[in-house]
């Protein structure tokens, strides 16, 4: 008797099918956090050494445990969202910051000329707390000139735990930074440094522009500060051109509420802004950690996005059968457009009747070679036929010779 089969998820009991269940996500949530945990405690337990970051962190705050993973959202799609890759990651706030320590350290890249920006963060305005965390302000051209080798670009990379990006300076860092970084979770993040347009008196907003037209108009104190912290509360979606995409929605120092929670705004996130057609063209949501199995939390009944996609077998058969009759309707055309072209519609083509004619010669060459071969092949074999005789008599001779001898004596 064949085992009963259980569904892996659970669906939304009231309302539309194309929702998360709460309580699917929360499920799988705590069941990931248990099992990420019990691993590291066996690993720990197993090891021969003892891990001394660990003991000295165990009595500090969550937030601040080096041995942290991460918790990734795995999204399958139908189809791909994207048609190539995008170096530019999109952002979706969420409700638990993934950056919410407070000695994370923030590394800020500027347009031209620093000294704007810094003057911004050190004015007395500006949050203390998030200056404290701002460690390095640097515009672009500095950073080509001061981080040219791969070695200083990877201390960089190594002494900052965030890196924040002018956006108007975001698609030319590619070229200034190099694989190190962008191989890397800690691609630079775009924030928005420009003042917030005004409205003029004819209705057109109009972003203010700097005193000095060759210096680039910088927000206030406090835009700045806001636009950082939404900044760095967001979740980052890379797209590239396949049906998957994943997106870190937490650590294993999270609850699974605030799991689930992050889960939620992510997906909501991700159907409004980045996947066309919304929930129709979703086929899986899934959460893991770097080394643990897919746990589901939605699957769609589904595997197609519009009817149209679906195609009956005599509807397949037919179509092959069209597709055939119009390449061989091409073909005909295309000899029968040759024939006329030539100027005499019985006879082949110049191009045609050339290589007929160079085929006739191939032929003819081949049959004299042929001929030549097989007289040769005839005298050797007459001349081997009068060899065998002389040797034959020469033999014969020899034994009568003998055979005279033979009596005489």
């Known amino acids: 008797m064949a085992p009963e089969s259980k569904a892996l998820t659970t669906r939304v009991t009231s309302g539309s099918p194309y929702q998360l269940d709460q309580y699917q ?12 945990s019990s691993e ?7 090891s021969s050494t003892k891990n001394l970051l660990r003991a000295a962190t165990d009595t500090s705050d969550q937030n601040d445990v080096l041995d942290v993973e991460p918790v990734w959202l795995s999204l399958t799609t139908k189809k791909h969202i994207v048609d190539k890759r995008r170096l530019k990651p999109g952002k979706i706030p969420l409700p638990h910051s ?7 350290i923030i590394c800020l890249i500027s347009c031209d000329p620093q000294r704007q920006v810094k003057d911004t963060i050190a ?7 998030l200056s404290t965390r701002i460690t390095k302000v640097i515009g672009l051209s500095k950073l080509k000139a001061r981080y040219q080798s791969f070695e200083s670009r990877r201390q960089l990379l190594n002494d900052h735990d965030v890196f924040l990006a002018d ?3 975001i698609t030319m860092l590619p070229k200034v930074l190099g694989k190190i970084f962008y191989q890397s979770p800690k691609k630079p993040v775009p924030v928005s440094l420009e003042p917030y347009r005004q409205i003029t008196t004819s209705g057109k907003r109009v972003t203010p522009k700097a005193a000095d037209d060759k210096k680039k108009s910088i927000a206030p104190p406090l835009q700045v500060a806001k636009e950082i912290e939404k900044t760095i509360n967001c979740a980052l979606v890379h797209l590239s051109p396949s049906n998957n995409t994943s997106v870190r929605v937490g650590y294993s120092s999270f609850t699974a509420q605030q799991i689930a929670d992050n889960v ?7 159907v409004e802004k980045f996947i066309p057609q919304g929930w129709r063209n979703i086929r899986a949501v899934n959460i ?10 939605w699957l769609a009944d589904e595997l197609w996005v519009d009817e149209g996609d679906v195609l009956e077998k005599e509807e397949e058969r037919a179509k092959g059968l069209t597709s055939v009759a119009r390449q061989g309707g091409k073909k005909r055309k295309k000899r029968a457009v040759d024939i006329v072209a030539d100027g005499d519609e019985g006879r082949a083509p110049k191009r045609e009747r050339g290589k007929e004619a160079s085929n006739g010669e191939r032929k003819r060459k081949r049959g004299v070679e042929d001929t030549d071969l097989s007289t040769e092949m005839r005298e050797r074999r007459e001349k081997l036929r009068e060899q065998k005789k002389l040797d034959k008599a020469e033999i014969q001779g020899w034994e009568k010779g003998k055979e005279k001898s033979a009596t005489t004596a």
Request: aromatic share 2%; net charge positive.
């Open 264 to 270: 939620e705004a992510v997906v909501a996130g991700l």
């Open 25 to 36: 996500t929360l499920k799988a949530s705590s069941a990931l956090l248990k099992h990420i």
């Open 98 to 104: 993934l950056n919410q320590s407070s000695t994370t």
């Open 40 to 46: 590291s405690d066996r690993k720990a337990a197993a």
């Open 288 to 297: 893991k950690g770097p080394n643990t199995m897919a746990l589901p939390i």
């Open 123 to 129: 004015h007395p305005s500006f949050p203390t707390d």
């Open 167 to 169: 956006d108007r300076v």
